[in-house]
T-cell receptor, first 117, second 112 residues
Framework: GAVVSQHPSRVICKSGTSVKIECRSL??????MFWYRQFPKQSLMLMAT?????????EQGVEKDKFLINHASLTLSTLTVTSAHPEDSSFYIC?????????????FGDGTRLSIL | AQSVTQPDIHITVSEGASLELRCNYS??????LFWYVQSPGQGLQLLLK??????LVQGIKGFEAEFKRSQSSFNLRKPSVHWSDAAEYFC??????????FGTGTRLKVLA
């Protein structure tokens, strides 16, 4: 149980392109989803927290207009990297939790490797 | 400030040897504690979690961890390491807002 699917697993595209990444909870309803960015050989950096039906909460330093997050249902959140540039190349990982009081673990997708040429 | 420290960036052990990965945290209240494992190019898999109760928790793949409040630690252990355990291990502290604070990770190498 508690499976999170992330798609696509890898994207290579030209500079200036917008890229959408999907995160789905397959067997549970995700009250909260998270988007992380991970640089090579580093830990995960939280970008934003999203709750179904409401605006995402972005961490300090994360550009809201660059990284658009939509959490339209209890099983789907999307991250759109708008007008992507080479510096946006990274490994993006989503996670989801069904917790009520922060006492449920986050379940992670397999990540998306984004490469901007 | 809340923080998680994994003092060992790299650890190398021989297959069959015991393993202990260290995790220390700084948190103002009773923490929710987690260990995750990440294989190259993949997401994170939950190994085990501690919320309350018994301070020795059992996880998947033969891992266990012990919560020691007096030492602010939550070390991960395995009595006999397998080559497939080679990966990156992350300790995390959870808060009431669901956010995690991750440690910087420990990369485990297993020698045949």
């Amino acid at each position: 149980g508690a499976v999170v699917s992330q798609h696509p697993s890898r994207v290579i595209c030209k500079s200036g392109t917008s890229v959408k990444i999907e995160c789905r909870s397959l067997d549970f309803q995700a009250t909260t989803m998270f988007w992380y960015r991970q640089f090579p050989k580093q830990s995960l950096m939280l970008m934003a927290t999203s709750n179904e039906g409401s605006k995402a909460t972005y961490e300090q330093g994360v550009e809201k207009d660059k990284f658009l997050i939509n959490h339209a249902s209890l099983t789907l959140s999307t991250l759109t990297v708008t007008s992507a540039h080479p510096e946006d190349s990274s490994f993006y990982i989503c996670s989801a939790t069904s917790g009520d009081a922060g006492n449920q673990p986050q379940h992670f997708g397999d990540g998306t490797r984004l490469s901007i040429l | 400030a809340q923080s998680v420290t994994q003092p060992d960036i790299h650890i190398t052990v021989s297959e069959g040897a015991s393993l202990e990965l260290r995790c220390n945290y700084s948190y103002g209240a009773t923490p929710y504690l987690f260990w995750y494992v990440q294989s190259p190019g993949q997401g994170l898999q939950l190994l085990l979690k501690y919320f309350s109760g018994d301070t020795l928790v059992q996880g998947i793949k033969g891992f266990e961890a012990e919560f020691k409040r007096s030492q602010s630690s939550f070390n991960l252990r395995k009595p006999s390491v397998h080559w497939s355990d080679a990966a990156e291990y992350f300790c995390a502290v959870g808060s009431g807002t669901y956010k995690y604070i991750f440690g910087t990770g420990t990369r485990l190498k297993v020698l045949a």
